[in-house]
């Protein structure tokens, strides 16, 4: 997607952790959330991918919203809410339907 590189990390923030999003692995920031982690990894759309259920990703990135709705080691959250942890296994609810990544 074009707008990919708007989500760009900060130089100074150093990947040091790894999760992973639908199996792949990623790179995390410590204190960054799952949704900030997953927009710096070029990773758009977190829901839906066909017509009657367009592509979602995070709007609101404050908890309000809901558009940014994953499953973090198997419970439904608000990717927005949550801060990344070592080893999180991070997947779109309905892994049938989703993998939207930037140049793929
Ligand atoms: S982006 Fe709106 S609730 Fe997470």
């Known amino acids: 997607m074009k707008n990919a590189l708007h989500f760009k990390r900060l130089s100074?923030?150093?990947p040091c952790l790894q999760i992973t999003w639908n199996g792949k692995p990623l790179d995390a920031v410590a204190g960054?959330?799952?949704?900030?982690?997953?927009?710096?990894n070029s990773v758009l759309a977190f829901q839906g991918e066909d017509l009657s259920d367009p592509p979602r990703g995070p709007f609101c990135m404050m908890g309000a919203c809901y558009t940014c709705?994953?499953?973090?080691n198997g419970v439904e959250q608000q990717a927005c809410m949550v801060e990344v942890k070592q080893d999180m296994h991070v997947s779109?609810?309905?892994?049938?339907?989703?993998?939207?990544?930037?140049?793929?």
């Open 92 to 104: 779109c609810v309905d892994p049938e339907k989703e993998i939207l990544h930037a140049g793929s």
């Open 12 to 14: 100074s923030d150093d």
């Open 32 to 40: 960054e959330t799952v949704a900030a982690c997953l927009l710096a």
């Open 69 to 72: 709705r994953v499953l973090v």
